[in-house]
């Protein structure tokens, strides 16, 4: 079965740099039928996707988070993490990670982990 | 485009028959994807495709598409379904992933 598990600093103050690594078990990131993605949910609001990760390492972002987000993949590990800079209160959110089945004509989040809420704050 | 519209709220009473809708101009050309959210918990994938099931999901949900509108309809629904729903697809570029706000389903 396969398992997600996110991992990483509760808090971070603003301006600082938030970085989460997401561990999976039961499947290999070298599988080329999947992407690896990370989604955030701020307190109360709606899912806002952040990107995905193929293991060939090409990544895809939301344009609207693009200039401060890094996604990247440690197959040898079976992790892959997110890095986010100049963070503030509004990049408080719960942080999920997610397998990705992409095809031609959709895009769906199959598996999920827990989900670890990141607060900005001094 | 890269947006998805969704009804904010909606209910139903139990056993009775619930459609919560998903716009979009990328739905003219992708197919939504459906999650269903409970407090406190991760999203949980129940449709995907045209109207396919993740394994484990019960057949009273299904997934429909017209034009830019998506559906998922809960044919008799039950009360472990109030949850909040989303919907996702690629946006009209092909490249990227949106999802639309959300509807909180209520079961009565």
């Known amino acids: 079965q396969l398992q997600l598990q996110e991992s990483g600093p509760g808090l971070v103050k603003p301006s600082e740099t938030l970085s989460l690594t997401c561990s999976v078990s039961?499947?290999?990131?070298?599988?080329?039928?999947?992407?690896w993605g990370w989604v955030r949910q701020p307190p109360g609001k709606g899912l806002e996707w952040i990107g995905n990760?193929?293991?060939?390492?090409?990544?895809y972002y939301n344009p609207s988070l693009k200039s401060r987000v890094t996604i990247s993949i440690d197959k040898s590990k079976n992790q892959f993490s997110l890095k986010l800079i100049s963070v503030t209160a509004a990049d408080t959110a719960v942080y999920y990670c997610?397998?990705?089945?992409?095809?031609?004509?959709?895009?769906?989040?199959?598996?999920w982990g827990q989900g670890t809420l990141v607060t900005v704050s001094s | 485009s890269s947006e998805l519209t969704q009804d904010p709220a909606v209910s139903v009473a139990l056993g009775q028959t619930v459609r919560i809708t998903c716009q979009g101009d990328s739905l003219r050309s992708y197919y939504a994807s459906w999650y269903h959210q409970k407090a406190g918990q991760a999203p949980v994938l129940v449709i995907y495709?045209?109207?396919n099931r993740p394994s484990g999901i019960p057949d009273r949900f299904s997934g429909s598409s017209s034009g830019n509108t998506a559906s998922l309809t809960i044919t008799g629904a039950q009360a472990e379904d109030e949850a909040d729903y989303y919907c996702n697809s690629r946006d009209t570029t092909g490249n990227r992933v949106i999802f639309g706000g959300g509807t909180k389903l209520t079961v009565l």
């Open positions: 997610a397998r990705v089945r992409p095809t031609p004509g959709f895009i769906p989040f199959d598996y």
């Open positions: 039961g499947d290999s990131m070298s599988n080329s039928n999947y992407y």
């Open positions: 495709g045209q109207n």
């Open positions: 990760i193929y293991y060939t390492g090409n990544t």
